[in-house]
Every structure is written in structure tokens, then in C-alpha cells.
Nanobody, 111 residues
Framework: QVQLVESGGGTVQTGGSLRLSCSVS????????MGWYRQAPGKRRELVAT???????NYADAVKGRFTISRDNAKNTIYLHMNDLKPEDTAVYYC?????WGRGTQVTVSS
């Protein structure tokens, strides 16, 4: 059974930083492209960033230059380093492996 478990969310002030982690477990699993998505209240879930097995990355325009996605293939874990956080970054952040979602972790940025 595949499981994605996120951690690292919390509440920070504007300009602060957080690091999210997502670990993947499941037998016989090749962890290929993975990504982070977010969903703010009343809004659709949106892409934040993706990373391939060989660490090619892609970012939403809203987070370019502030967020960095990375991965540790040996640990089947991806990370999202978030700097210069803004109130509009407030959302539940979800880890994604094609076909699977984590339960999400709340990020709240206070002004």
C-alpha cells in the first residue's frame, strides 16, 4: 500500500520560512515525478512545484524565486523549502505522486 506522509507545516509571519517534507512508502514502488500542490479555502488545488527522478524542476510563477523543491531518492522523500512567505501562500499543502495524494499539511502565513 502506497502512503505519502507530509510534515513541516505551521504558522509563520510574513517573510518567514518553512520546510515541508513528504516521505513515500510502498513496496515495489518507483518514485518518479513528484510534486507539491496547495489548496486555499474556497479555491481550487493548484500546482506549486514538481521534480523528476533526476531532479528536473518546475515551479508555479507565484513561487518562483522563493520556493525550492528537492528530493532524496535514497529516502523516497521530497522537500519544499519556502522562503519569503506571504499571506497568499496560506493553504493546505499536498504531496503528490501520480495516482496518490498525501493528507496535506497546513501552512498559515500571518501578516
Amino acid at each position: 500500500q502506497v502512503q505519502l506522509v507530509e510534515s513541516g507545516g505551521g504558522t509563520v509571519q510574513t517573510g518567514g520560512s518553512l520546510r515541508l517534507s513528504c516521505s513515500v512508502s510502498g513496496s515495489g514502488l518507483r518514485v518518479d515525478n513528484m510534486g507539491w500542490y496547495r489548496q486555499a479555502p474556497g479555491k481550487r488545488r493548484e500546482l506549486v512545484a514538481t521534480i523528476s527522478f533526476y531532479a528536473a524542476t518546475n515551479y508555479a510563477d507565484a513561487v518562483k524565486g522563493r520556493f525550492t523543491i528537492s528530493r532524496d531518492n535514497a529516502k523516497n522523500t521530497i522537500y519544499l523549502h519556502m522562503n519569503d512567505l506571504k499571506p497568499e501562500d496560506t493553504a493546505v499543502y499536498y504531496c503528490n505522486l501520480p495516482g496518490y495524494w498525501g493528507r496535506g499539511t497546513q501552512v498559515t502565513v500571518s501578516s
